[in-house]
């Protein structure tokens, strides 16, 4: 790779240019590919199409890979949810080419490790470890993550930000427009400038990694000692704004997981759906980022889960209030449905809307996770939720274009998408309606790590009473 290649552009007119070569190179190639097709054959049609959106995908991969701020998170989401902007014959050729920025993105020279480690930390690297890998063991959209040794042997993951990742992020974000046209699938039909206010405060909470830091040592506290949830410890000492060192967890890839037994899927499937919506409950604080670079199987069953940069707190208001809706849901009631939802701030005018037709696009979003029954989460069901959330051409459009996305539900609505397309790859199968359950309503535990983790809970000092609600108790 060259030098100009490993260059990030952090100029607005250079970044709105890349993303908006990608959007445009795609859809002329696109349509090139169409009209020479004319006339042709139906096979040679397919390979005319199918070479065409290939080479789309790589320019995407190489365009988006390289700025490794905002618009390559977009490129990371895109490459395990099924969005709108992809033609639905071509999603698996453009999957497969993003998956690439999952893990990987261009990587950075160690002369500008090395210079933003000492910057920071301001002593020598080989005075602070004992060693230091210099190739990096993964990277992703702002920073790269190094192996090292401690002096007193712990073995660490270092991560290191970008230099000038933060001026490439402003950039970005003062495209949230163009950004947003990439990302309809997690902000369908939202007011656009509330969303880029919360996008631009949750990024920019991104780049501080002492804020990460916090959020991991929230997450480390809360479930340490934890039957199959692990999260990694912080070293507090040696993390700074552009740095943050935490303890290094072996493990398998998510990737791993598509081999395994589905025995095995379900109960990875059910642990990733524990911590996500759990937390939420437990801790009234969730990881907004599901996607399955985040995640290692550790020997011995537990998961260990990996980046906290984009997380979000809720306030018990908030959370009554989803529950009410959720309550009206199941119990069948259109108008309390459509009242809750009204009172969340998805409905601005609720007369303008069929509350039997709302109830019907819920149930079809949620209807997963609100069904007492197993349930199987494939790729047919998760593509069924994408569309009815955002694709024109749904049946629920009519309800859709009457909808709005709370700026302060985003994050929320971002992880669901991010858990449901997980558990999807897994093809888990669990009786999601009774886990959750667990935490709206006090019920049983619906499964043995039900039982274990209420057991963990509980020796910790958290009563199983219900919380939240109109119907609380204490």
Request: charged residues 30%; negative net charge; glycine residues 8%.
């Amino acid at each position: 790779m060259s030098k100009e290649d490993n260059t990030i552009p952090t100029g607005r007119v250079r970044r709105t240019a890349k993303v908006a070569r990608v959007i445009g190179a795609s859809g002329a190639g696109y349509a090139g590919a169409r009209a020479r097709s004319v006339g042709r054959g139906e096979e040679a049609k397919t390979e005319q199409l199918d070479r065409a959106h290939m080479e789309a995908a790589e320019r995407m991969v190489d365009a988006l890979g390289s700025m490794k701020g905002a618009a390559m998170k977009i490129g990371q989401l895109a490459s395990f949810i099924d969005t709108d902007f992809l033609p639905p014959e071509y999603r698996e050729l453009y999957q497969e080419k993003l998956s690439k920025l999952r893990d990987s993105a261009p990587p950075m020279p160690w002369k500008e490790v090395k210079a933003v480690l000492e910057d920071e930390l301001e002593e020598p690297v080989d005075e602070l470890f004992e060693e230091f890998e210099q190739e990096a063991a993964a990277a992703a959209s702002i920073g790269q993550v190094h192996r090292a040794l401690l002096p007193d042997g712990r073995k660490v993951a270092v991560k290191v930000q970008y230099p000038k990742v933060a001026k490439a992020l402003e950039a970005d974000l003062q495209n949230a427009g163009m950004i947003l046209r990439l990302a309809k699938a997690i902000a369908p039909g939202l007011d656009a400038r509330a969303a880029a206010r919360e996008l631009r405060e949750r990024v920019l909470e991104e780049l501080d990694y002492e804020y990460e830091a916090q959020n991991q040592r929230t997450f480390a506290r809360a479930y340490r000692g934890h039957p199959f949830i692990y999260v990694p410890d912080v070293i507090t000492r040696l993390s700074r704004r552009r740095v943050l060192v935490t303890e290094w967890v072996e493990g398998e890839s998510f990737e791993t997981a598509r081999d395994l037994s589905q025995e095995e899927r379900d109960r990875i499937g059910e642990i990733i759906y524990r911590f996500y919506y759990g937390s939420i409950y437990h801790l009234q604080h969730f990881n907004a980022d599901a996607h399955p670079g985040n995640y290692l199987l550790m020997e011995g069953g537990k998961v260990a889960f990996l980046d906290f940069g984009m997380t979000k707190q809720l306030d018990k208001e908030q959370i009554e209030l989803e529950i009410a809706a959720l309550e009206a849901a199941f119990e069948g009631d259109p108008e309390r449905l459509r009242s809750a939802l009204q009172d969340l701030g998805f409905l601005a005018n609720p007369k303008r809307i069929d509350a039997e037709r709302l109830m019907e696009h819920v149930k079809e979003v949620g209807g997963w996770y609100m069904e007492d029954r197993e349930l199987t989460i494939d790729s047919e069901l998760v593509m069924r939720v994408i569309s009815a959330s955002s694709d024109p051409r749904s049946e629920f459009f009519d309800v859709m274009r009457r909808e709005n996305l709370p700026a302060n539900e985003m994050m929320g609505r971002r992880m669901e998408a991010g858990v449901l397309a997980v558990l999807g790859q897994l093809h888990a199968t669990r009786n999601w309606w009774r886990i959750g359950r667990e935490w709206w309503f006090c019920g049983e535990p619906a499964t043995e790590l039900g039982r274990e983790e209420w057991a963990y809970f509980e020796s910790k000092g958290e009563k199983r009473v219900r919380k939240f609600g109109a119907r609380a108790t204490t």
